[in-house]
């Protein structure tokens, strides 16, 4: 004679504490027969929960663990097989898959980063920038002409781009980027900008009287002097400060007797921080800008190119140009080194 356990198991519901419902309207879809040996399980032994079940023994202790991690924060290039020749020598023997696990639950492997190498006395150099100018404010940033030179190419790399495509259509055209050898059709252009606004671009071809477009000191000069109080007087008024950087034909004799002559305020810029001026990156917005733009010839992208740097907004050139903080206390941070600016 089969015996009803529903009501003794709601005697034990209410033993328990659950009082005024049912097991069927409390544990839905669960099994009487499992609600039931929990509840036994509790009268047997006071706990509800499951106890800890043996399973497989680890192979690497707490201080085996910590050993590779220490391994790892100490030599971030090492590898699984170096950590596991190193643990052979102190009697502990683990496969190189339970290291990478192990090394995995702090440490996750990424490709490189490759970023210009800074001398020591550079770094030296940014880091006493960094705080020297840390605490200016920023009226003395928004009175800095801030120039450069870059290279504009006719097809714009940028690098590697993903695509979703199905497997072997990988030399579909419709999946791939074009490219051209060298570069194809390129125009090298000296540029200034402030923090309100871009000012001139100008083509080194255009000056140069034999149309090339390498630039030396005297065609750095015959932009200063053409380019520099017009686009300050613009932007910013008649009191102002350049800055430029280090390169060669900035820091010729003659062109340093130039500048002396002219008498403008000339920031002292230091060596290999191309990551502290803003106007790398409203090169960057320029080139982006250029993309999905299809010229024929280098006069159509110098066309288009000018259309792109006029574009880019005062909202824009003020926001990199209050970077600057930012931009110094990473250097700081950094102790010089190269920062991701």
């Known amino acids: 004679m089969a015996i009803d356990k529903k009501p003794n198991l709601e005697l034990c519901l209410v033993s328990h504490g659950i009082i005024g419902v049912s097991a069927d309207d409390i544990f839905f879809s669960v099994a009487k027969t499992t609600v039931w040996n929990i509840l036994k399980k509790k009268e047997r032994t006071s706990e509800l929960s499951n106890t800890t079940r043996p399973g497989r023994p680890r192979k690497t202790t707490v201080v085996d663990d910590r050993r590779i991690l220490s391994l790892v924060k100490k030599t971030p290039f090492t590898t699984a097989g170096q950590i596991k020749n190193t643990l052979q020598e102190v009697g502990v023997c683990v496969s190189k898959s339970k290291i990478k696990r192990r090394r995995q639950s702090k440490y996750r492997g990424f490709t490189t980063r490759c970023i210009p190498l800074v001398s020591l006395k550079n770094r030296k150099a940014r880091l006493e920038f960094a705080k020297q100018h840390l605490t200016k404010p920023s009226q003395f940033w928004n009175k800095i002409l801030w120039t450069d030179e870059t290279k504009i190419n006719l097809y714009q790399s940028d690098g590697k781009r993903r695509v979703w495509r199905r497997k072997g259509t990988a030399h579909d055209p419709k999946h791939t980027t074009s490219s051209v050898k060298h570069g194809g059709v390129s125009v090298m252009a000296w540029a200034c900008m402030a923090a309100n606004g871009t000012g001139s671009l100008v083509f080194i071809d255009d000056v140069t009287a034999d149309k090339s477009s390498r630039m030396n000191s005297e065609v750095f000069r015959a932009i200063l002097s053409a380019h520099i109080q017009p686009n300050a007087a613009e932007l910013i008024g008649w009191r102002f400060t350049v800055q430029m950087d280090n390169d060669s034909k900035h820091t010729a004799k003659a062109t340093k007797e130039f500048l002396k002559g002219q008498k403008w305020n000339v920031m002292q810029w230091p060596s290999q921080s191309p990551d502290l ?60 080194f190269a920062t991701k600016y």
């Open 277 to 336: 001026n803003p106007i790398e990156h409203a090169f960057h917005l320029l080139k982006t800008k250029l993309k999905g733009k299809c010229p024929k010839n280098k006069q159509e992208l110098k066309t288009v190119a000018v259309e792109a740097w006029q574009s880019i907004t005062r909202d824009e050139t003020q926001r990199l140009v209050r970077s600057m903080r930012s931009r110094l206390q990473a250097v700081i941070g950094r102790k010089g």
